[in-house]
């Protein structure tokens, strides 16, 4: 027997939202002979509704998507299991939103790229593999910490553009923090430098946040970090 699940609210929900948004008139033109005509057709607007808000009608077919309602009206079981349909649509609307943010930030993803490669030519900055790149400002003798050492810092945080997101100096209080636990850049640059040293450190967005951008924060998406870093002590472990 085929299970009636919870996403059958859904619909229903949207479906109150579409009413409440759209012409009374508009509905008025249209001629349902019964009940079930009406459901039908309200959940297919519904349905059409949120494939056109999700922006992938250029990947939508639509003789699929008829495929895939007969099977589930029709047949005591579906071909695929619900985990299979749930991950892989899952794993679509990530990688597809991810693109949507990728082409609305093409110029400021150029302008990041271009920013970097113009840094990397600079005679005092020192570009890693990974594409990390840094400036020592002051050169510590102390040791340098491993990814399981909790560590206290000064630091400011600004973009490309200079615009300042985060500083410590502003807080009048160092970070405290492990680590392994920030953000790929800060791994890396941070084990290489010895306490007592201060470095500025240029972070690709493949080593800060990508597309995404924290909540609360001036971060775009695709930016590139800059911190001044001030690495004042190993704490001791607890």
């Not at 909790?150 to 973009?159: E, P």
């Not at 502003?170 to 084990?191: H, K, M, S, T």
Request: net charge neutral.
């Amino acid at each position: 027997m085929k299970k009636i699940g919870n996403w059958l609210i859904l619909p229903a929900i949207s479906l109150i939202i579409i009413s409440a948004c759209s012409s009374e008139k508009k509905y008025a033109a249209v001629k349902l002979k019964s009940q079930g005509d009406t459901v039908s057709y309200y959940l297919g607007l519904t349905y059409g509704s949120g494939i056109k808000q999700a922006n992938i009608d250029s990947v939508f077919s639509y003789q699929a998507f008829m495929k895939g309602v007969n099977e589930s009206i029709q047949e005591d079981s579906i071909s695929v299991s619900q985990y299979a349909i749930q991950g892989y649509l899952n794993n679509f609307f990530v990688q597809f939103q991810q693109e949507q943010v990728k082409n609305q930030f093409k110029d400021y993803i150029a302008e990041n790229k271009t920013f970097l490669e113009a840094n990397a030519k600079k005679d005092s900055v020192v570009t890693l593999p990974s594409g990390l790149q840094y400036v020592v400002l002051r050169e510590g003798t102390g040791n340098k910490p491993t990814a399981n050492d909790k560590i206290r810092v000064h630091y400011t945080g600004t973009l490309i553009d200079g615009t300042l997101f985060d500083s410590s100096y502003q807080r009048n209080e160092p970070a405290e923090f492990n680590v392994g636990q920030v953000i790929p850049g800060w791994v890396e640059a941070l084990q290489l430098m010895p306490v007592g040293s201060k470095w500025k450190i240029f972070i690709p967005e493949s080593l800060a946040y990508g597309s995404q951008s924290p909540q609360g924060s001036n971060i775009k998406p695709y930016s590139t970090l800059i911190f001044e870093v001030d690495l004042l002590e190993i704490l001791p472990a607890e």
